[in-house]
């Protein structure tokens, strides 16, 4: 082998080992920092993270409000109570109104339901006149 071959086989070796140390390099800082991102988000996971005794304070709390807010009867004053009993005397005079219309009906008959159909009020009713006739 002569001299000048050795020397191109020696470059090639050369430019190989070049981009591979270059390729390892810049994997092992892509690792490095994978690595530090990591430890960076578990200290700041750590730090936000909620502790036991954070929840059950906050529990107790919730429950030293929910008993206050039992405890304090609604009064008249409240619009909630005022809007809620506009609403019953609402529906008693629809219940008032509806009874008062089944009372009354047009055949004369002794009052069936509001839902009677034309012919089940009819046959109520009929009866009056069809013995009036037979007389």
């Known amino acids: 082998m002569s001299l ?12 190989k080992l070049g ?3 270059r390729v390892m390099l810049v994997l092992v800082a892509l690792a490095i920092g994978g690595a530090g991102a990591a430890v960076y988000i578990a200290v700041d996971a750590a730090d936000k993270s909620v502790s036991e005794g954070d929840l059950q304070s906050v529990e107790e709390r919730l429950q030293g409000e929910i008993d206050a807010l039992r405890e304090v009867p609604a009064s008249a004053e409240d619009p909630r109570v005022g809007a809620l009993e506009l609403q019953v005397k609402a529906l008693q005079v ?3 109104s509806l009874q008062g ?3 009354q009906t047009p055949s004369g008959g002794s009052g069936g339901s509001t839902g009677d159909t034309g012919a089940n009020a009819g046959g109520t009713g009929g009866g009056e006149g069809s013995s009036s006739k037979a007389k």
């Open 4 to 15: 000048d071959g050795l020397r191109a086989w020696i470059g090639e070796v050369e430019r």
């Open 19 to 21: 981009m591979r140390t």
């Open 101 to 103: 219309e089944g009372a």
């Open 94 to 96: 629809q219940v008032k």
